[in-house]
């Protein structure tokens, strides 16, 4: 049986359009299309309707989508009222586009780096924050962002320069972040599939690889596997697709920084078999053996 699937991709006005997005496209597409899986691209700002005749379709580099988050709302509208094959389905691309999640992910028993939400940048005291964190360095960011997108990295006293608009969220700075980095782990239909590090360039607090972030690969230990585990099990629904950001506090424990199931980089080109079992589980997803491939939930 012949399958069609369709990576959505950013919008050609958006800054993320002249990124690195479409290497990591490629990185899904070779071993989809060596399994004979017929791979095409859209921009995910393009008429729904045209997504019928795919088998699946996965927004995995709607980069940028933050930046017209009303768009993204209603687009998700329109994916879910058409019933589109969606390896993740549009209510969770909507719910994870807004990082709030964090505190409904906390209150079902998933361990998330504490975070204190306000309406308007303007209402934040950094003193205030600094106190209830109990942390003399903070981390201001967008509620809706991604790519540490508009993220400061601050102290009481300090001023906000090109501070987040609207919404936003303040956590305490871990400092692991600099030392053993930003453990992510990635899970494809429901399975643990590999898991990468992301350390920071000296100086810096941003790990990804636009900001001079180093990858490596990554064997994670047992506290990290059992708190990636909580997290999914906080989610409560079926995930095709997860990367499951964490770091560990000051006194060692491995805490959520953000659950991504939108359009993370699944860094295939850390995985052992180099993209071949996210190449199956799609094939066999799209084939219409979904829930088979999801097993029985989360494991490592």
């Not at 990124?19 to 017929?38: C, F, I, N, Q």
């Not at 980089?265 to 190449?279: H, I, K, N, S």
């Not at 979904?290 to 989360?298: E, H, I, N, Q, S």
Request: net charge negative; with cysteine; aromatic share 10%.
């Amino acid at each position: 049986m012949s399958l069609n699937v369709c990576i959505l991709t950013p919008n050609p006005a958006d800054p993320a359009f002249d990124g690195r997005w479409s290497e990591v496209r490629d990185r899904m597409t070779a071993p989809l299309e060596a399994l004979g899986v017929r791979v095409a691209s859209r921009s995910w700002i393009e008429d729904p309707e045209g997504l019928q005749g795919f088998d699946l379709v996965l927004p995995l580099v709607t980069w940028g989508y933050h930046r017209d988050y009303d768009l993204w709302c209603a687009m998700t509208d329109a994916w879910g009222s058409l019933k589109l094959p969606f390896g993740n389905s549009p209510d969770v691309l909507r719910w994870n586009a807004d990082k709030g999640y964090l505190g409904r992910l906390k209150s079902k028993g998933a361990p998330v780096v504490p975070t204190l939400y306000v309406d308007r940048v303007a209402d934040i005291d950094l003193e205030s924050a600094a106190s209830a964190l109990a942390a003399e360095t903070l981390i201001v960011k967008p509620q809706v962002s991604a790519s540490a997108y508009r993220t400061l990295r601050v102290k009481p006293g300090d001023e906000l320069v090109d501070p987040p608009e609207g919404r936003a969220m303040v956590q305490p700075y871990l400092a692991h972040v600099e030392d053993e980095g930003e453990l992510s782990l990635i899970y494809i239909a429901g399975r643990f599939s590999h898991a990468i590090r992301k350390v920071a360039k000296a100086g810096d607090f941003r790990v990804q690889p636009e900001w001079g972030g180093q990858i490596s690969a990554y064997q994670p230990e047992d506290d990290v596997f059992r708190a990636a585990e909580d997290v999914l099990k906080a989610a409560g629904e079926p995930l095709f697709y997860a990367r499951v950001d964490m770091v560990r506090d000051d006194g060692g424990a491995p805490l959520l920084m953000e659950l991504e199931l939108i359009e993370p980089d699944l860094y295939l080109g850390f995985d052992p078999e180099r993209g071949a079992g996210f190449a199956r589980a799609v094939r066999d997803f799209a084939g219409g053996r979904g829930r088979a491939v999801f097993g029985d939930g989360p494991s490592a």
